[in-house]
DNA sequence: ATATATTTTTAGACTAGTCTAAAAATATAT
DNA sequence: ATATATTTTTAGACTAGTCTAAAAATATAT
C-alpha cells in the first residue's frame, strides 16, 4: 500500500494538525520528522499526487479524506500494539514507542483485527490515548491540562501531553499514574507550581509538570 | 543493525547451504530471491564487506560465523511470530508465513525476549521446524520423506518440506497434522504412492506428497 | 584442446528518499 | 511602499537497491 517513509508522514502531519488547525507548514514538518524542509517539499508533493494531502504550493498542507483513514489506521496499529507490549509482554510504557513505531507499519488486516480482539478491544493505549476502532472511530476525552485547575478543583489523571521516555519516568518515580484521583490543595501564584493531593499523599509538581498531565475534572 | 533487504538475502542463504553445502550460487540465490543475477552480485559484495559472507569472485559464497549468527536470529524471529499468530491470534498454519515476513525484521532484542517467554518458550514452529533459543541453539529432528519409509514402517508426522500454503491446505483437507502417527500399509512399486494408515483410516498419497512429509520412526 | 554454452560480473541507468545550495515566493518591518 | 527576513521550492547530487545489456570468466561438449 504505502512506503514507510509516507505513513511516517502522514502520521506526523495528523499530529500537527492538532496544533495547526489551518493547515502545516514545511518547516513544521521538517522538525517534527527531524529532516530538512526540502525533503518535506518532495515528500508532500509524493502524498498530494497519491491524493492523500491538500496541498497548494507556498501555501501549506493539510490530509485528505483519504490520508486522514490512512493515518488514523497506523494510529490504530501503534497504540494496539502498545497496549500488547505492556500488557502481555511486560513492558512499561516508557519503553512502548520505539517498537511500536516498528510494528505499526506491519500490513495485514487480519493480524490486526485478530490483535484487537485479543486484547479484548481495549479503547485506550498505556499512555492514555484513545485507540480508533476498525472503522477509525474514537472518542476524545473530554480533558483538561492540571495547569488549567484551580485550587480545590479536584480530577482524575487520564493522559500525558509529553509522552517521553523521561517524563513517564518521572512519573513513575512519584508513584503517578494513569487513573489516579488527585485536588489541587494549593496553587503558587509566583511560579504556578501547584500542591497536589494523589494517593494520601501531597505532592508539589512545577508548572512544566502540570502542563502536561491530562485531567478529567470530577 | 542491517536493512530488511540484507536480512532477506541473509536468510535466503541460510535455507541455500541446506541444498548446497559446498556454497551457493549466485544464479540459485537469484532464482531464491526473485531476483536478477547482477542484483545478487551487488548485495554479495555488501554482505562480504560487511562480513556477513565469505566469498570469492565467480566461487560462490557462504555465510560467515557472523552471517550465520545473524540468519538464525532471523529465523528465530520469524518461528516466534508464527507461533504467535496461531497460538494466540487464531491463524491456520497456511497463514502466517507472510505476516511473519514482515514481523522478522522488527529490531528489539527486549521483544523477542519476552515474546519468547509470553509463547512459554517454543521449541517447534506450526511447521514443525526448530526454533532456535536466545544463544541461537536449536535441535534439528532426526527425521525422514515419507517416501523413503518402505512397506510395514511406522512413525509419527512431524515436519513438511513443502510449506506453501496450497501443500499445508491440501494436508488440513485430509486431516493430516503434526504429531499424526502413521503407517506404511503398502507401497505400489509403478508410481511410488502409498497406502498409508492415518488417523484410524487408510489413505492413499502420491509421490509428491510423500516426499514432502517428514516422519520421524518409531 | 578448442569451440560453445553457461554463469557471473561490470557498466550504466532508474526509483525512493535524502541532502546542500541557490532561487523564488511570501511575510515582516519601517 | 519598499527593503529585508523568512519560508518554501527547485536543481542537482548522493545512497541503497534494482534492472538491462554487454563483457568476462568458467564449465561443458566433442
Redesign the interface.
Known amino acids: 500500500m504505502f512506503t514507510f517513509s509516507e505513513e511516517n508522514y502522514l502520521k506526523a502531519i495528523f499530529h500537527l494538525e492538532r496544533k495547526f488547525p489551518a493547515g502545516v507548514s514545511t518547516n513544521a514538518l521538517a522538525e517534527e520528522m527531524e529532516t530538512k524542509a526540502s525533503s518535506v517539499t518532495d515528500m508532500i508533493k509524493k502524498l498530494s499526487e497519491k491524493k492523500l494531502v491538500n496541498y497548494k504550493k507556498y501555501q501549506g498542507f493539510k490530509l485528505s479524506k483519504l490520508g486522514m483513514e490512512t493515518a488514523v489506521s497506523i494510529i490504530r496499529k501503534h497504540r494496539l500494539w502498545e497496549v500488547f507490549?505492556v500488557e502481555?509482554?511486560?513492558?512499561s510504557w516508557d519503553?512502548v514507542h520505539?517498537?511500536a513505531e516498528?510494528?505499526e507499519h506491519?500490513?495485514?488486516e487480519?493480524?490486526i483485527r485478530?490483535?484487537d480482539r485479543?486484547l479484548g478491544f481495549p479503547k485506550r493505549d498505556p499512555h492514555g490515548d484513545p485507540i480508533p476502532d476498525a472503522e477509525g472511530n474514537f472518542t476524545v476525552l473530554n480533558k483538561v491540562l492540571l495547569s488549567d485547575l484551580k485550587k480545590g478543583e479536584s480530577g482524575i489523571f487520564v493522559g500525558v501531553k509529553d509522552s517521553s521516555a523521561t517524563f513517564l519516568q518521572f512519573l513513575d518515580k512519584r508513584n503517578i499514574a494513569l487513573g489516579d484521583e488527585l485536588k489541587i490543595i494549593e496553587k503558587e501564584p509566583f511560579d504556578q507550581s501547584v500542591l497536589i493531593k494523589i494517593n494520601e499523599q501531597e505532592l508539589r509538581v512545577s508548572n512544566l509538570i502540570s502542563g502536561n498531565l491530562y485531567i478529567k475534572t470530577t
Chains 1, 2 share one sequence.
Do not use: R
Open positions: 507490549l502481555k509482554l511486560n513492558f519503553e520505539e517498537v516498528q510494528l506491519i500490513k495485514s487480519q493480524l485478530e490483535l485479543f
